[in-house]
């Protein structure tokens, strides 16, 4: 199995521009998260799915940013318009029901 | 009061010495409890999970809880330059969500 799938590895854009972050989960997991990691912060969750559907969005910090996973094997989030304070390193992660979650390696993204 | 708290050291150890790693949770309904290891510009990795009351050992690591003080605990034994990294204390709250604490950066000196 190759694990969790992230694209890009880096991203580097200017303020304005939209960001969009992808992730392909281990297939047969149910479940998909996408999280922000800050030195300030730490992990922060931002939205999960379960079966495709949204459950839980209240993580996204605001309308700038959106998440959607249109089958089992493909997610996207995308941020619009892009910010400074949204550098950070972008994770997503994937589990079958109560396990623990698998993380693909990240998108450390930077926004000039 | 966030819902999981650790320290964030950074905590030194000996190699060879014993690194004890805590963790404290606010929901006393919490069921499921994770310990995750961050190599620096890496992704976190699963190396423990605990559900019940008590010890669990795999290796050099034991993982503890008591959900009456809501606490968990990571004991790695025998630590090797290896085992340096951030390791961070998850735990299952609300239905499927995992919160992390923030982490605790652990430094094992040759």
């Known amino acids: 199995d190759a694990g969790v799938i992230q694209s890009p590895r880096h991203e580097v854009t200017e303020m304005g521009q939209e960001v969009t972050l992808r992730c392909k989960p281990i297939?047969?997991?149910?479940?998909l998260f996408w999280y922000r990691q800050t030195m300030m912060r730490g992990l922060e969750l931002l939205i999960y799915?379960?079966?495709?559907?949204?459950?839980?969005d209240s993580g996204m910090p605001e309308d700038r940013f959106s998440a959607k996973m249109p089958n089992a094997s493909f997610s996207t989030l995308k941020i619009q318009p892009s910010e400074p304070r949204d550098s950070a390193v972008y994770f997503c992660?994937?589990?079958?029901?109560?396990?623990?979650?698998?993380f693909g390696s990240g998108t450390r993204l930077t926004v000039v | 009061q966030k819902e999981v708290e650790q320290n964030s050291g950074p905590l030194s150890v000996p190699e060879g010495a014993i690194a004890s790693l805590n963790c404290t949770y606010s929901?006393?309904?919490?069921?499921?409890f994770f310990w995750y290891r961050q190599y620096s510009g890496k992704s976190p990795e699963l190396i423990m999970s605990?559900?019940?009351?008590g010890d669990k050992e795999d290796g050099r690591f034991t993982a503890q809880l008591n959900k009456a003080s809501q606490y968990v605990s990571l004991l790695i034994r025998d630590s090797q330059p290896s085992d340096s990294a951030t390791y961070l204390c998850?735990?299952?709250?609300?239905?499927?969500?995992?919160?992390f604490g923030t982490g605790t950066r652990l430094t094992v000196i040759p």
């Open positions: 799915f379960n079966n495709n559907v949204p459950i839980d």
């Open positions: 297939s047969g997991h149910n479940s």
């Open positions: 929901d006393r309904g919490s069921q499921s």
């Open positions: 605990i559900y019940s009351n």
């Open positions: 998850a735990v299952n709250i609300r239905e499927n969500n995992l919160f």
């Open positions: 992660a994937s589990s079958l029901g109560q396990d623990g979650y698998t």
